[in-house]
């Protein structure tokens, strides 16, 4: 059984779209919710952390955790073509192991 | 900004050979990770570290690893005899508490360290 599913894409959208990125999961104990940005061969990059249910915003980009349907979603507003990267997923019942999706491949076309 | 820096970036080793991958985590932080990404896989854990003792590890992290902090800044990975199957990206991350409800539990990661075994 698969901790996190995540859909790869890969995702093409053009420049200015809201982009909505999601991940779903079956472990009821995750409490913890990140999302991270990872351009080729680089080190993931934080970009939202949540604890529980609830939404989170910051700028351009709002986190949202649905906890009864096990749901997280990463939506990016007037999307750039510097957004273009690979969004990961991870969470974590005890905030130590984080659990990671596949990663979903953002491209933003000018 | 702080950040979590690692050595080397690239290595190339013989199967069978020990190697150590090193990570300066941000100066504050308490709690250490290894995390390792096979290419074109997803990010998996390795090992939390917390007061100079492994807090949890997957079952990946065999006798084969091994991490040590051997002075008040430096956090290193020891892969004791190498498998064709170890080569990945191995990132190390640190954090400076545990999660908790407010922005105080994020998860940082390093550039990242490729190990390749031929």
């Known amino acids: 059984q698969k901790e996190v599913e995540q859909d790869p894409g890969p995702l093409s959208v053009p420049e200015g779209a809201i982009v909505s990125l999601n991940c779903t999961y079956s472990?009821?104990?995750?409490?913890?919710f990140m999302w991270y940005r990872q351009y080729s061969r680089k080190g993931p990059e934080l970009l939202m952390y949540t604890y529980s249910s609830g939404n989170k915003e910051d700028g351009r980009f709002t986190a949202q955790v649905d906890k009864s349907s096990k749901y997280i979603s990463l939506f990016i507003r007037d999307s750039q073509p510097s957004d273009s990267a690979t969004y990961l997923c991870?969470?974590?019942?005890?905030?130590?192991?984080?659990?990671f999706g596949t990663g979903t491949s953002l491209t933003v076309i000018p | 900004e702080p950040e979590v820096t690692q050595t080397p970036s690239h290595q190339v080793t013989q199967m069978g050979q020990e190697v150590i991958l090193r990570c300066v985590p941000i100066s504050n932080h308490l709690y250490f990770y290894w995390y390792r990404q096979i290419l074109g896989q997803k990010v998996e854990f390795l090992v939390s570290f917390y007061n100079n003792e492994i807090s949890e590890k997957s079952e990946i992290f065999d006798d084969q690893f091994s991490v040590e902090r051997p002075d008040g800044s430096n956090f290193t990975l020891k892969i004791r005899s190498t498998k064709l199957e170890d080569s990945a990206m191995y990132f190390c991350?640190?954090?400076?508490?545990?999660?908790?409800?407010?922005?105080?539990?994020?998860?940082?990661f390093g550039e990242g360290s490729r190990l390749t075994v031929l």
């Open positions: 991350a640190s954090r400076r508490f545990a999660s908790g409800k407010t922005n105080t539990g994020e998860l940082f």
């Open positions: 991870a969470m974590s019942a005890t905030g130590n192991q984080f659990y």
């Open positions: 472990n009821s104990a995750f409490q913890y």
